[in-house]
């Protein structure tokens, strides 16, 4: 599979090229309110990676839950393009795609900060979501019981996984044919989707 992989759910705006589905370039930006000018300038670079012999087959792109205006910019270049070239799009969960860089089969939460004192957040066992992602506030993560992993300021370094296309493309490869089902929308959680914890089951 010859694949663009594009991850900007948060600040990070992070675009790879995999070829034979082998990761062959990875260009970076953290420039904080920036994906609308930085995205094209980044994807039209990595597209010189590929040529008519050896052409784009697959775009791979976070569809959150994360910064929805980022997202939306995201996915909207995403589908534009794929729609061009007439290649399939594959639109993978950001949560997911963080969890995926962890190999055990424990059971644990994945967060992402949201916005001022809250994050979304997942509970995984292993590669299999628990549940559905929801929000919730910071400052009960104390009371959970499981380990904790994710992007948020709140976690040690030694639990931090960084948002990156390379997880999305990673990601995208192993669960190709599942991906293929997924509507290309974002994630998006507000307010009256706020769910309290019950972490009773991790006891």
Avoid: W
Wanted: aromatic share 8%; glycine share 4%; net charge positive.
């Amino acid at each position: 599979m010859n694949m663009i992989a594009i991850e900007c759910s948060t600040k990070i705006c992070s675009v790879a090229s995999f070829q034979n589905n082998v990761l062959f370039n990875l260009i970076e930006t953290e420039e904080t309110y920036s994906h609308s000018k930085n995205l094209p300038l980044l994807v039209q670079t990595i597209i010189k990676d590929f040529n008519e012999s050896n052409p784009i087959d697959t775009l791979a792109i976070s569809i959150g839950p994360g910064s929805f205006s980022s997202l939306r910019i995201s996915i909207s270049l995403a589908k534009g393009l794929a729609f061009g070239k007439d290649i399939d799009i594959l639109g993978v969960p950001t949560l997911h795609s963080l969890n995926f860089s962890l190999t055990d089969n424990r059971e644990r939460y994945i967060i992402l900060d949201s916005y001022r004192d809250k994050c979304f957040i997942q509970r995984f066992k292993g590669q299999k979501p628990c549940d559905s992602p929801y929000i919730e506030l910071l400052e009960n993560l104390k009371k959970m019981k499981l380990q904790i992993y994710g992007f948020s300021n709140s976690l040690k370094e030694s639990e931090k996984i960084i948002p990156s296309s390379v997880l999305i493309g990673k990601y995208a490869i192993k669960n190709r044919e599942e991906l293929l089902d997924n509507k290309i929308n974002p994630i998006y959680l507000s307010e009256n989707k706020y769910v309290k914890i019950n972490d009773s089951r991790s006891k």
